[in-house]
């Protein structure tokens, strides 16, 4: 008997639509140069972006955190997961998003899930998403009850279009959720215009700052500061897995947002609370990030540097504003080859293709972080060069 057979087919099947992943293993510390399977190479695929995953004080406050509160809490955050480090948290958390109160959740994906299912309650509410939102606010969507509502990516034309149709004029309660920064094409949302239109028609805004944490805006706070936007939108969503480096997300908005989450939201009331030494750690990250505003300069210098050089050598980088740089190849295969072909020159950067991005579309994603030295960059510029040129993409 073999009632698990059918998973060789679609094994296959990922295999010949270029689909099939086979994880690369670090065996260092997340490094801008990291030891990878067997290999020391130039890693432009973390959202390591501050180099919080390795910083000396960060992971004294987890070492001592740990001697304090022990490895976890085996408990939920209702029951007795909250400690006091928990607690600190969310309201410096809430200082850095500039809003009244936040709420820590198990991941950033298990915020807009949690968000999304906890809010949109009925098939008469609306749930308005950009088509290049990230997959968690996709499962957000389906785990709600409301009626979906896509718009095209950054279109604020078809975005007032869907606004205006009837059925969601007459909605009970409307909520449209976009990335800051978006995770694939590292464009940034049009913030003011959505809330211009959110205001007029009267629609709760949520942001995903995933990836604009700890990046874009004054002292790295996100999208809503940078467009000094403070108190215009309702929800901002974070991740402690990228800038911060460990692992958890956030929703930052008022305290009854945080007060009736708390009460509701399925994934945060039915799975475990974070161990303290992660809740410390993303504390003493906080800390760094204002104390050391010279990384997140490094990483916008970084960032300049390593686009022009890939737009001179004549790779299309796509409309990236942010750390997150696209170098468009067009094809499956010819992007996993020259991913690979990279990597045996001492360069990591992950190829991206369909689903993920649309046909057509593929590509290598890169990311800078402020760790990375220009001799680096260098370095991966020539390899890129170097592939590029053997696969005719440029
Ligand atoms: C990475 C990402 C998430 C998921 O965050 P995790 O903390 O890794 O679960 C959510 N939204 C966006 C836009 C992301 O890029």
Same mark, same amino acid.
């Given at each position: 008997?073999?009632?698990?057979?059918?998973?060789?087919?679609?094994?296959? @099947?990922?295999?010949?639509?270029?689909?099939?992943?086979?994880?690369?293993?670090?065996?260092?510390?997340?490094?801008?140069?990291?030891? /990878? &399977?067997?290999?020391?190479?130039?890693?432009?695929?973390?959202?390591?972006?501050?180099?919080? %995953?390795?910083?000396?004080?960060?992971?004294?406050?987890?070492?001592?955190?740990?001697? *304090?509160?022990?490895?976890? @809490?085996?408990?939920?955050?209702?029951?007795?997961?909250?400690?006091?480090?928990?607690?600190?948290?969310?309201?410096?958390?809430?200082?850095?998003?500039?809003?009244?109160?936040? =709420?820590?959740?198990?991941?950033?994906?298990? !915020?807009?899930?949690?968000?999304?299912?906890? =809010?949109?309650? !009925?098939?008469?509410?609306?749930?308005?998403? &950009?088509?290049?939102?990230?997959?968690?606010?996709?499962?957000?969507?389906?785990?709600?009850?409301?009626?979906?509502?896509? #718009?095209?990516?950054?279109?604020?034309?078809?975005?007032?279009?869907?606004?205006?149709?009837?059925?969601?004029?007459?909605?009970?309660?409307?909520?449209?959720? @976009?990335?800051?920064?978006?995770?694939?094409? $590292?464009?940034?949302?049009?913030?003011?215009?959505?809330?211009?239109?959110?205001?007029?028609?009267?629609?709760?805004?949520?942001?995903? &700052?995933?990836?604009?944490?700890?990046?874009?805006?004054? *002292?790295?706070?996100?999208?809503?500061?940078? #467009?000094?936007?403070?108190?215009?939108?309702? /929800?901002?969503?974070?991740?402690?897995?990228?800038?911060? %480096?460990?692992?958890? $997300?956030?929703?930052?908005?008022?305290?009854?947002?945080?007060?009736?989450?708390?009460?509701?939201?399925?994934?945060?009331?039915?799975?475990?609370?974070? +161990?303290?030494?992660?809740? %410390? !750690?993303?504390?003493?990250? =906080?800390?760094?990030? #204002?104390?050391?505003?010279?990384?997140?300069?490094?990483?916008?210098?970084?960032?300049?540097?390593?686009?022009?050089?890939?737009?001179?050598?004549?790779?299309?980088?796509?409309?990236?504003?942010? +750390?997150?740089?696209?170098?468009?190849?067009?094809?499956?295969?010819? %992007?996993?080859?020259?991913?690979?072909?990279?990597?045996?020159?001492?360069?990591?950067?992950? !190829?991206?293709?369909?689903?993920?991005?649309?046909?057509?579309?593929?590509?290598?994603?890169?990311?800078?972080?402020? $760790?990375?030295?220009?001799?680096?960059?260098?370095?991966?510029?020539?390899?890129?060069?170097?592939?590029?040129?053997?696969?005719?993409?440029?």
């Amino acid at each position: 008997m073999n009632t698990l057979g059918f998973l060789e087919d679609e094994i296959k @099947t990922l295999k010949q639509e270029n689909r099939f992943i086979q994880p690369r293993v670090l065996q260092s510390a997340q490094g801008p140069v990291a030891m /990878i &399977d067997g290999k020391k190479v130039v890693n432009l695929t973390s959202n390591n972006y501050l180099c919080l %995953a390795n910083h000396p004080k960060v992971k004294a406050a987890a070492i001592k955190a740990t001697e *304090q509160f022990g490895i976890g @809490t085996a408990a939920v955050r209702t029951i007795i997961g909250t400690t006091s480090l928990h607690e600190e948290l969310e309201t410096k958390l809430a200082e850095f998003k500039g809003t009244e109160a936040s =709420l820590v959740i198990q991941s950033g994906f298990t !915020s807009n899930v949690a968000v999304c299912q906890s =809010l949109m309650t !009925s098939p008469e509410d609306v749930l308005i998403s &950009d088509e290049l939102n990230h997959a968690s606010i996709i499962d957000g969507g389906r785990l709600s009850k409301a009626k979906k509502k896509v #718009y095209r990516h950054n279109d604020m034309a078809h975005l007032k279009e869907i606004l205006e149709q009837p059925e969601v004029r007459a909605a009970r309660r409307k909520m449209l959720v @976009t990335d800051g920064v978006f995770s694939m094409d $590292g464009d940034i949302a049009l913030l003011p215009e959505i809330v211009e239109l959110c205001k007029k028609y009267d629609v709760v805004s949520m942001v995903d &700052d995933a990836h604009a944490s700890g990046v874009l805006g004054p *002292q790295g706070r996100g999208t809503v500061a940078h #467009y000094n936007l403070k108190g215009h939108v309702d /929800i901002q969503i974070g991740t402690l897995s990228k800038a911060f %480096a460990t692992i958890g $997300g956030y929703a930052a908005g008022s305290l009854n947002l945080k007060q009736y989450m708390q009460s509701v939201a399925r994934p945060f009331l039915f799975s475990s609370s974070h +161990p303290p030494a992660v809740i %410390a !750690s993303c504390i003493a990250g =906080l800390d760094v990030i #204002y104390n050391e505003p010279e990384l997140i300069q490094k990483l916008w210098d970084n960032t300049k540097f390593f686009k022009e050089e890939l737009k001179k050598a004549g790779f299309d980088t796509g409309h990236s504003q942010t +750390p997150i740089t696209p170098v468009m190849v067009g094809d499956s295969k010819k %992007a996993h080859a020259l991913s690979q072909m990279l990597f045996n020159e001492g360069v990591f950067a992950l !190829s991206i293709v369909f689903p993920t991005v649309p046909l057509g579309k593929e590509r290598l994603r890169t990311i800078v972080t402020a $760790g990375h030295e220009i001799k680096d960059l260098e370095f991966a510029v020539a390899a890129f060069k170097k592939c590029g040129k053997e696969l005719g993409i440029i």
